[in-house]
């Protein structure tokens, strides 16, 4: 009972009487309700005496403060040159003071207070649901500022856990207690709340609109723009007005403010600040609103570390100074204005990396005659100023669509919002997550249509210094209306991002995804992890990093280029051989182009970059501009136009401006010297140039209209006005000189291109050259056979070959390291002898069937890209279209199972695959039922054996299949081998250790020992006997469904097809007995002949 009243004692509020002495009454607890305040109860009085409490210096954290008071003045940055920000403290309220009594507070309700830290988090939090909120079932990028914004949450808890050890609250008042850290937490969590609140309401998620009122759940909702009260407009400021006029229209992107020679970001991208660059939150800047900044030296970094982890920038300039603005009154506002937009997909400078980086517009069209759909398509390059367009025809499983994305790889990809079917939405998804960073899934409104596109271009002169025709291009692409309307929706972007200098100045061509090359639809190109590996994304154990040994970042691209698109033309894949033959016979000659190239920079870039600045020769001269328009007393919006204001504002930029333009021209030039010194250096060696010119076409560069001449002044040139131009200051007589002379050099910007080409090419053969000398195993040149040299209209059992001997995975190791066993593989003839075209495999699990399949693949790619080849030997004819169905997964976020993944990929085989073609299916029908797998793979098997008859490589476990087909004349019976360690002392077979060859042995493999590997991976033994003991019950019940098969190993389905044709034809009564049933004896007995014959 002492113990109770004890307690209620330390609950009831103390009070001071006259004379001093605390009086204690019963008082009601009262709730401080608010938006963003927890509950708070009344705190008690604790100690009387003269001299400060202990708690005094943290009774406000448990107090309600009048925050009207706090001081407004405006937050000032000082950077000490590492553009690290700091800002002046706000003012807030001391300890209240009650007399001499200080005030503690009640204990701590943990419960009350983290729940209000979640309800604050929910108001300041407006990233979340703004910017995670998805179009048409498509998640947004999956980058920082798509994800929740967590405001030190994890550090609010350790407070938490900090204020439960350092407050003791029964311990005795007379204790002396050291609280050196209360202090800082409170003015911490302060700081924590001034950093989550929003003065505005309706930037609260629950209250975000787009411009057309429509809310963040509404299907349309468009994230690009924002809606703004009429009231909240009227109370702006005029500059609270410029920024907020600029940033209804770009709600997508972070706005950078410049206020003086600062550059400063408000309200929700004040949230991505602090998030992503450390940046400390005030409550300052234009309209005392929650903002963050940076000093204008060190804004390109900033903007740069934004860019990189996938948001969108864009810089509000001022276009004058303060003195020029009070020149026009003494209320005139400075001027400001959205100068550039830069986006990860739109990035042309700073640390970008040797990969092209592309945004890409799709427009799927209405359903073709056949059943197909048509996509358009158009992306661009902004850093190499090149922009594509083209178009596909495509069926319900995206096959063609999934290998664009996987060929471009965009950064960003652009459809209309309501413009794309449930199946492409899925192929944007299941491909946009295939690679190490998702792209960015951008929904926009309807492109405008063709006609409308047409006069846009033509009235805007857009493509005017293109190499081609806009219009002959447009027009010698298939699917016409659609390819114009994606070319509408990237100029539509491309113009809001203010990058029309691309429009203007870049080349337009055509893009052919499968048009006369290797065809590879996107999950092939998944499958063999041809660019990125299953395991990570990563490009460790992908072909195009075992081949990409080019030293320059254009031919890095280069060679990407070529591994989506392999060559069908066995003269041109001769053409590259050659010259890899030339290269592997004199090191001498790679050595030296080695030691070249590595002094070259992106040429094709630096090209680019001139290009863009040649729009109009004026902006070299904007200093010049500038420095006499400083010298008028006039109002500058009013006699000179906006464009020469921003040049008159921004002298300083622009004077680092020509800066950069002329180190850039000064660097493409030296690096066109070099690039000249390679191919002066390979005409020495006739047979090298001879062969080289078959690969590529090498512009004029000797005599008097040779490039070499042309060059040598400009190089003359810049040693003479510009000696420093790495470092140079540029007068304005200079800058007239740079203008002339980047004009003069993009006159024949073709020619340089050739150039620039002519050098990429030399950098990917020299790649293959090396690939080849630094293999470990045996490499050899491929022979290639054209396809006309099997058809043959009497023999329709020939078909395309493919041989090779010793051929083993490239970059797959072995046991201990080693390399993998090579292997034989013969399948086809030419029409002199017969060979199956068709390998039914089997073997053990993880006995290198699918590492075998892959291997086959890799061969046929690298003979047809002009490589040498994993091989001791290797003939094979033109492959037109490789399939694969390797491996078994789902893909959740896609809603596909094992099994429909499993059938779409072989329904695209069935329908497309032709005799050329090579197939690849690794355990089909293993998703479902044993029986329905078992149906399903039979079915498909003999589908593409007797009516497609390409090459076929088909891995099963399905052991029936092997005597459904053992005397088949088109099937083969192979499988991997393996044995048992015989110095195992167990006797049960289940217990041995299997022990994999990894070598191709003929015949079928009599089981899949199932069991030891299970054993291998750990399973307990107990369940493996018992797994054992089911399996012989079920081989016992299931045999006999199966006994007919032990029959038909010497009678095929062939066989019964020629059977069933015998018994149609002794049915036809003698009258009708006419010429096709003559001819399908003679064919009959044509096939039985051919049979007998490989037989005997």
């Known amino acids: ?64 403060f009048d925050n009207s008071k706090s001081s407004s003045s405006e937050s000032r940055f000082q950077v000490d040159g590492t553009s690290r920000v700091h800002s002046r403290p706000r003012k807030c309220d001391g300890p209240v003071d009650v007399g001499n009594e200080y005030l503690a507070p009640q204990q701590l309700n943990l419960k009350d207070l983290f729940n209000a830290n979640i309800t604050m988090k929910s108001e300041g939090d407006i990233s979340v649901s703004f910017l995670t909120n998805s179009d048409d079932g498509i998640p947004g990028p999956d980058t920082p500022g798509m994800k929740p914004t967590v405001h030190k949450l994890k550090r609010v808890q350790e407070d938490i856990s900090n204020f439960k050890d350092m407050f003791n609250f029964s311990t005795p008042s007379t204790k002396k207690v050291k609280l050196p850290q209360v202090s800082d937490v409170s003015k911490k969590t302060q700081e924590e709340d001034s950093e989550i609140i929003s003065k505005f309401e309706w930037l609260h998620p629950s209250r975000i609109k787009d411009a057309n009122g429509r809310k963040l759940a509404d299907p349309l909702y468009d994230k690009k723009t924002l809606y703004i009260p009429p009231d909240a407009l009227r109370k702006f400021s005029a500059s609270q007005k410029q920024y907020w006029d600029v940033k209804c229209q770009y709600m997508d992107v972070v706005l950078f403010f410049k206020v003086g020679k600062f550059y400063e970001l408000y309200e929700l991208d004040a949230e991505i600040g602090h998030k992503e660059l450390d940046w400390k939150m005030t409550i300052s800047g234009v309209g005392k609103c929650r903002q963050v900044g940076i000093s204008e030296s060190g804004i390109d970094d900033a903007v740069q570390k934004l860019i990189a982890r996938g948001y969108k920038v864009g810089r509000i300039e001022q276009l004058e100074t303060s003195a020029q603005a009070k020149s026009r009154g003494a209320t005139s506002v400075i001027q400001r204005k959205l100068v550039n937009v830069l986006t990860p997909a739109t990035t042309s400078e700073g640390n970008i990396g040797p990969d092209a980086v592309h945004l890409l517009a799709i427009k799927e069209d209405e359903l073709l005659e056949n059943g197909s759909t048509a996509f358009g398509f158009a992306f661009v390059d902004c850093a190499a100023l090149k922009l594509w367009v083209g178009s596909i025809s495509d069926d319900a499983s995206c096959a063609a669509l999934g290998a664009l994305l996987m060929q471009v790889s965009p950064k960003e990809i652009i459809y209309e919002r309501q413009g794309l079917t449930k199946e492409s939405q899925r192929a944007l998804k299941k491909y946009n997550l295939s690679g190490p960073v ?22 805007n002169s857009y493509f005017s210094r293109s ?63 041809i660019f990125n590996n299953n395991a990570d994304g990563g490009l460790s154990g992908t072909l195009y990093n075992y081949l990409n040994n080019c030293i320059t970042s254009s031919g890095k691209r280069l060679l990407r280029s070529w591994i989506c698109h392999p060559l069908l033309d066995v003269e041109r894949i001769n053409n590259r051989l050659a010259v890899v033959d030339k290269l592997i016979a004199n090191p001498g000659i790679m050595l030296s182009l080695a030691q070249s190239l590595r002094k070259l920079p992106d040429l094709e870039r630096l090209l680019g970059r001139v290009k863009s600045s040649i729009q109009s020769s004026s902006l070299l001269l904007l200093p010049l501009i500038g420095s006499k328009l400083l010298k008028q007393r006039v109002s500058l919006t009013i006699s000179v136009p906006s464009y020469y204001c921003m040049a008159h504002a921004l002298t300083k930029e622009i004077d680092l401006s020509v800066y950069l333009q002329v180190k850039v021209f000064g660097s493409l ?48 040139a810049i040693d003479s006005d ?10 304005d007589s200079e800058s007239e000189t740079l203008s002339i002379l980047m004009e003069l050099f993009i006159e024949r910007a073709s020619e340089w291109s050739q150039v620039i080409h002519a050098i990429n090419c030399i950098d990917v053969l020299r790649s293959f050259a090396a690939s080849t000398i630094s293999s470990c195993g045996t490499m050899c040149r491929p022979v290639l056979l054209p396809h006309s040299k099997f058809t043959n209209s009497l023999n329709e059992t020939a078909c395309p070959i493919l041989q090779m001997k010793g051929f083993w995975h490239p970059y797959a190791l072995g046991d201990n390291g080693g390399l993998p066993v090579p292997n034989d593989l013969h399948l086809g003839g030419d029409g002199r002898s017969h060979i199956p075209c068709t390998l039914l495999l089997t073997g053990p699990n993880m006995g290198g069937k699918s590492t075998l399949l892959r291997a086959t693949c890799l061969v046929v790619i690298l003979a047809q890209l002009g490589c040498y080849v994993p091989c001791e030997m290797c003939t094979l004819s033109v492959v037109d279209i490789i399939f694969t169905r390797l ?34 299916l690794d355990e089909l029908g293993r998703g479902t039922s044993t029986f329905d797998g078992y149906a399903i793979a039979y079915a498909v098997f003999r589908h593409l054996v007797e009516k497609v008859n390409c090459r076929l490589l088909f891995a099963t476990h399905y052991h029936p299949l092997t005597k459904e087909f053992a005397a088949h004349p088109r099937v083969i019976l192979q499988h991997m081998a393996c044995s048992f360690d015989l110095t195992s002392k167990t006797l049960s077979q289940v217990d041995k250790q299997i022990v994999f060859l990894y070598r191709l042995a003929s015949g079928a493999c009599p089981e899949s020992y199932g069991m030891q590997v299970a054993h291998m991976a750990g399973i307990p033994v107990p369940v493996i006997q018992a797994a054992s003991k089911a399996g012989q019950v079920m081989k016992k019940k299931v045999g006999q469904n199966f006994k007919s098969c032990e029959q038909r190993e010497n009678f095929s389905t062939l066989h019964e097809d020629w059977l069933k044709a015998l018994v149609s034809v002794s049915k036809t009564a003698e009258v009708d007995f006419d010429d096709d049933a003559f001819d399908s004896l003679f064919c009959m007995w044509h096939e039985v002949k051919t049979s007998c014959k490989t037989i005997n």
């Open 1 to 64: 009972m002492q113990r109770q009243k004890s307690i209620l004692s330390f609950l009831k509020k103390p009070e001071t009487s006259g004379g001093g002495k605390s009086v204690i009454r019963d008082v009601p607890d009262e709730e401080i309700k608010g938006t963003d305040t927890p509950p708070e109860k009344v705190p008690r009085q604790i100690m009387a005496g003269k001299e400060p409490s202990l708690f005094s210096s943290i009774k406000h954290k448990f107090s309600k």
């Open 438 to 459: 998702p792209s960015q899934l951008s929904p926009s409104d309807a492109f405008g249509e063709a006609l409308e596109v047409k006069n846009i271009i033509e009235s």
């Open 467 to 529: 190499f081609n025709l806009w219009h002959h291009l447009i027009d010698g692409v298939l699917h016409h209306d659609p390819a114009l309307r994606a070319l509408g929706g990237l100029i539509s972007h491309l113009s809001r991002l203010m990058l029309t200098d691309v429009l203007r100045n870049g080349d337009i061509l055509r893009y052919e995804v499968y048009s006369g090359c290797l065809r590879m639809d996107g999950q092939t190109l998944v499958n063999l992890e």
């Open 669 to 716: 030039v030296r690096g066109m010297q070099i690039g000249m010194e390679i191919l002066i250096f390979l005409q020495e060696y006739e047979v090298m140039i001879t062969s080289l010119s078959k690969v590529v076409s090498i512009p004029k560069l000797s005599g008097s209209e040779g490039l070499v001449k042309f060059l040598v002044q400009f190089e003359a």
């Open 722 to 731: 510009f000696p420093n131009y790495q470092n140079h200051d540029v007068t």
């Open 887 to 920: 491996g078994a997964t789902d893909r959740i976020m896609t809603g596909e199972s094992t099994f429909l993944i499993e059938c779409t990929e072989t329904a695209t085989v069935l329908q497309n695959a032709t005799q050329n073609s090579l197939v690849l």
